[in-house]
């Protein structure tokens, strides 16, 4: 079965500049997360779908941000306007159901790379 | 959530085992331990996952002592394809969200 993708794999932005950054999700799969890590710093969560819905977004920065998942499948996450301590590697991850037993695993993306001029 | 300590770099030769310690003193009772492997300009890649004793699959060992404050990942005969970098990650209770908390993790070095 195919991976988790992640759109696009880098993007370069001025300050001030909107960037939405999309995640597709393995097919099937009810949880979808996001996570980043900024430059030196460890992967920080940043939020939890469980199908369409917010499960968990205790990790978003400011509302600066902000994720949908409409449909339950594929994901968005827009930074508007991007700031400079924006930059760094978001990551997606996806997950079987909690009740399927296997929800414990998280599957990753490959990563987006912002970069805030 | 638990943090966790683990070395931050490793070097191993070639076809030998390597054996990374993670401590977790204040591991909660129902928090599980799980190791993940990212490689470079990748995402991170779950490896094993236990909760007591031992754990075995295809890729990794995992050692977990009885009062469970420290766990030990056991990788047979390494290779060079194994250089990464391994983060510990206790929690998953179970409390509705899995959120993993990362920490800055051991990066392997395997050389011939």
């Known amino acids: 079965e195919a991976g988790v993708t992640q759109f696009p794999s880098h993007s370069v932005i001025e300050k001030g500049q909107t960037v939405t950054l999309r995640c597709d999700p393995i097919?099937?799969?009810?949880?979808l997360y996001w996570y980043r890590r900024v430059m030196g710093k460890e992967i920080k969560f940043l939020l939890h779908?469980?199908?369409?819905?917010?499960?968990?977004e205790s990790g978003m920065p400011n509302n600066r941000f902000l994720a949908e998942r409409t449909g339950g499948t594929y994901s968005t996450l827009k930074v508007q306007p991007a700031e400079l301590e924006d930059s760094g590697v978001y990551f997606c991850a996806s997950s079987h159901s909690m009740t399927s037993g296997r929800g414990y695993e998280q599957f990753f993306g490959p990563g987006t790379r912002l970069t805030v001029l | 959530l638990a943090k966790t300590t683990q070395p931050i770099s490793m070097d191993s030769y070639e076809g030998q085992e390597v054996n990374i310690t993670c401590s977790h003193n204040n591991i909660a009772t129902n928090d599980y331990i799980t190791w993940y492997q990212q490689f470079p300009s990748q995402g991170p890649r779950f490896i094993i996952q236990?909760?007591?004793t031992k754990v075995t699959n295809e890729v990794a060992s995992l050692f977990i002592p009885a009062d469970r404050k420290s766990s030990t990942l056991s990788l047979p005969r390494v290779s060079l394809s194994d250089t990464a970098v391994y983060y510990c990650?206790?929690?998953?209770?179970?409390?509705?969200?899995?959120?993993?908390?990362f920490g800055k993790g051991t990066k392997l070095s395997v050389i011939p």
């Open positions: 097919s099937g799969h009810d949880n």
């Open positions: 990650l206790v929690g998953l209770s179970g409390a509705g969200s899995y959120q993993l908390t």
């Open positions: 779908f469980v199908k369409e819905s917010k499960q968990d």
């Open positions: 236990g909760y007591k």
